[in-house]
């Protein structure tokens, strides 16, 4: 079954330090991949996603992500981090058998001053 | 547009209650999801519908949890006899078909149900 793995539970970086939250797949042909951020008492928002096309994807508030066949990766980048990034990240990938998504256990940003 | 509202916001039960939760997708959207979602977790698929049309389900998906979508618009949760296990984070989102499987899964604020 398709699904992703999130190596880092948590990241710290400082603000206005670059950001790169990694995800990768396993999937045999091409994907369909989703970043959403969560912030506390806030619904998952989407922030991009990539199933075919340029490799490298823009999304909302800043953020890119890069597909990499070669790595099974999809990994989420921002050059230059605000203090309100601070959420939970997940990354997601459409299931084989229709439209459910497979989520990551996410990724925890602490931005510090 | 006012997005995916879910009601209630939070339920606290005894075990061995009945809850039920409410969700009221996007206008116009036709697929409905739900997704349960834990502490430290990811948010994990339940079930989805296509109008009222239930496509898929989930092995999480116990003979305790019913859901519905009657008229194609707004969904309910049911968790019968709710155990302690039962405590998340429930989660809709709706999608507009046509997408594809590429399309855009849009989120409500979820409903937390802790189980006493």
């Known amino acids: 079954a398709q699904s992703v793995t999130q190596p880092d539970i948590h990241i710290t970086v400082s603000e206005g330090a670059s950001l790169e939250l990694r995800c990768n797949y396993s999937y045999g042909a091409t994907p369909y991949l989703f970043w959403y951020v969560q912030s506390p008492g806030q619904g998952l928002q989407l922030l991009l996603k990539?199933?075919?096309?340029?490799?490298l994807v823009q999304g909302i508030k800043g953020f890119e992500a890069e597909f990499k066949r070669s790595q099974s990766s999809f990994n989420l980048r921002k050059p230059s981090v605000h203090w309100s990034d601070a959420a939970e990240y997940f990354c997601a990938v459409v299931s084989n058998s229709g439209y459910a998504l497979n989520f990551g256990k996410g990724t925890s940003l602490l931005v510090t001053p | 547009d006012t997005g995916v509202s879910q009601n209630p916001r939070h339920k606290i039960t005894k075990r061995g209650q009945n809850v039920t939760f409410r969700c009221d997708p996007i206008s116009e959207h036709n697929r409905l999801y739900w997704y349960r979602q834990t502490l430290g977790q990811g948010p994990e698929f339940l079930t989805y519908f296509q109008n009222e049309a239930q496509l898929e389900k989930s092995r999480l998906l116990s003979d305790r949890f019913s859901a519905e979508r009657p008229k194609g618009s707004f969904s309910t949760l049911e968790i019968q006899r709710t155990e302690q296990g039962d405590s998340a984070m429930y989660l809709c989102a709706s999608s507009l078909a046509g997408g594809g499987r590429g399309e855009t899964q849009y989120f409500g604020p979820g409903t937390r149900l802790l189980v006493l």
């Open positions: 990539y199933f075919s096309g340029d490799t």
